[in-house]
């Protein structure tokens, strides 16, 4: 009789002992999978959610004389020293190595202006890409549209005293109050947006930005590369990562997967510990079985090889089953757990593989001393007991 055989046999005389082993192996298999497929799934959500809320790559340029800022990012006064950078330099962002991973561009024009005697600070921008990068923003009333409709921080619309579809006249032309900001808390509630070829044409600056902000998707965060390709490519500028920013997605990210995994090895533990009492049982109740094998002839690896192949069968079907049962509870947990309703299930050979590798493995260790003690049994002993 083959070694195979015999194993077969004694899992299927021993159904339900086996049975508790496969579910209890299952268990923990089928939670590494949800966790960790989650972990996958709602770090790709959340990495593209913090995507979009704000650049993490600044261009400004190179300049001495700095005399107002954005977003506490000096950006040189107008009446000064100041060089400005070409908007038609910043096509290059799109030839750089890592292109793919650039998710919006957003160039800015600045400059002092009077609108109703009252000084402010007009900022000229590609309205598509700013409401792309800065979708925190609420916009009571219409999103501007036309060349002549603008975009009123908070407070900017509290000192001229207008409101949505209130008209403006900025250098003798008419503008419209498109939208008004809802308080953002920062130095937007005191700026007037305007189309960035409007802005550029009233401050005297065609063809000319005096910063872009850039929003870079962080699979893998190459923001340093990032960094140098474009200052590479656009040499007149300075090019620097707001690292707060991209320190704060790291964080976050590694922190929820240092969770998941210590709950994964948690759960391997227990695995292995319902193995091993499985295991060492049931050689316990074969003491006689055993010595009959030993006393006709059997070695000690026939007995071990008995006992393991045993545990590898239970193990790869626990792994079947574990990565079946986890993927379908990530698939019922993703919904309730991810930030945005459109998170996608990541799929992952590898997790397949891993969680049935992982089964065998704990199931094989768990049973190596039971199989061990097994081998080591007296076969005079054992048949005493007959």
């Known amino acids: 009789m083959k070694l195979h055989t015999i194993s077969i046999n004694n899992l299927k005389r021993r159904k339900a002992k086996m049975a508790f082993l496969t579910i209890g192996l299952m268990v923990g298999i089928a939670t590494i999978v949800t966790l960790v497929t989650l972990t996958s799934s709602m770090s790709s959500d959340i990495e593209r959610k913090m995507d979009e809320f704000g650049a993490n790559i600044l261009i400004t340029p190179q300049s001495n004389g700095l005399a107002m800022s954005y977003g506490g990012i000096s ?133 000319k930005i005096s910063m872009a902000e850039v929003a870079a998707l962080c699979s893998g965060c190459p923001i340093g590369d990032m960094v140098t390709q474009i200052a590479e490519k656009i040499p007149d500028a300075k090019v620097s990562a707001i690292q707060q920013v991209v320190e704060g997605r790291l964080k976050s990210l590694n922190q929820f997967k240092r969770f998941s995994y210590a709950m994964a090895g948690v759960v391997i533990f227990i695995g292995s510990l319902i193995v091993f009492v499985t295991m060492m049982g049931s050689v316990n109740e074969r003491t006689t079985e055993i010595g009959v094998f030993r006393a006709i002839g059997f070695r000690k690896s ?43 299930l990541i799929w992952d050979t590898s997790v397949a593989c891993g969680s049935i590798g992982l089964a065998v493995a704990v199931g094989l260790l768990a049973s190596l001393y039971p199989a061990l003690h097994a081998s080591k049994l007296d076969p005079t002993e054992a048949l005493r007991a007959l």
């Open 75 to 207: 950006l040189g006064g107008v009446s000064f020293d100041q060089r400005e950078i070409r908007e038609e330099d910043l096509a290059r962002i799109t030839t750089i190595a890592n292109h793919k991973n650039v998710s919006a561009v957003s160039p800015k024009v600045l400059g002092g202006i009077k609108i109703n005697n009252h000084d402010v600070l007009l900022v000229g921008v590609h309205f598509a890409s700013e409401l792309k990068m800065k979708q925190w923003w609420k916009i009571f009333g219409n999103e501007p549209k036309s060349e002549h409709d603008l975009l009123l921080g908070s407070e900017a619309s509290r000192v001229l005293n207008v409101s949505s579809g209130d008209r403006l006249t900025i250098k003798g032309e008419s503008f419209t109050v498109a939208g008004v900001l809802d308080q953002t808390g920062s130095q937007d509630d005191a700026l007037v947006f305007a189309n960035l070829a409007t802005a550029q044409k009233l401050l005297g600056k065609q063809g």
């Open 302 to 344: 026939h007995i071990m090889r008995i006992i393991l192949l045993e545990a590898a069968l239970v193990s790869l079907l626990a792994g079947f089953l574990g990565y079946a049962v986890g993927m379908g509870s990530a698939k019922l947990a993703l919904p309730f757990m991810a930030e945005s309703k459109n998170a996608h």
